[in-house]
């Protein structure tokens, strides 16, 4: 354990925010923001609740940067860009089974990322509204079939970028940090999203039938 504690920290020792908590090896549960943009302006926000945190198993919560050029995380490219490939080597050596990426964005993009349409056209689901501006889904596909195992909790959440209120973040991340795997998280935040877990499902059946599961291809570089 404190290999990886000195991993992360050689990896990301110039991070924004980091917090590594374990006091056993299993599970593993990384939760990252500030991947591109300014989006860990307000991604930290909401790291920053978790300072103290104490879950089963291992935590590691990285707000990578501040500011940096734009390149989603839809794109190949970002996992070429110096955020994305420390991304890449924190996941294959921590390989967490709980997994959540927090992102930021501004209410004007709101309909694209919750546009059928327009998501499925870029290969991937839509997000959707928990409350108050929270979006959940998928993280990207090609990071999601070749980093993770089918039963590995992975989520994107999306943070209106001004809000104050966190506490819907907040209490996704606690769900998150609480369940060891998939099938515990999605059962947990379906007691108080029942309707927008079922349909988070949904989509996730219908992208794994599209992307095909391409194991460790990333790790191969
Ligand atoms: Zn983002």
Known sequence: MELIKDFLLSEVGDAQFFLYSGNSPEPRKLIVGGLH?????TTVKLLRKFISVKAEGTVAMINFTQRVKYVSTLNKKFYGTKVGAKLIRVIAVFKPSVYVELHSYSTKNYNKLVDPGIRWMKGVPPLVELE????????SPPLRFSMFNL???CAALEIPRKTNDMKVGEWIVEQALKSRDREEAFQR??????????KLNKYFI??????????????RG
């Open 37 to 41: 943009g300014s989006e860990g302006k």
């Open 132 to 139: 108050k501006g929270f979006l959940l889904g998928s993280v």
């Open 151 to 153: 039963d590995d909790f």
């Open 189 to 198: 935040i379906s007691e108080r999203y029942p309707e927008q877990m079922h």
């Open 206 to 219: 219908e992208l794994s039938k599209k992307t095909p599961y391409f194991s460790g291809e990333m790790n």
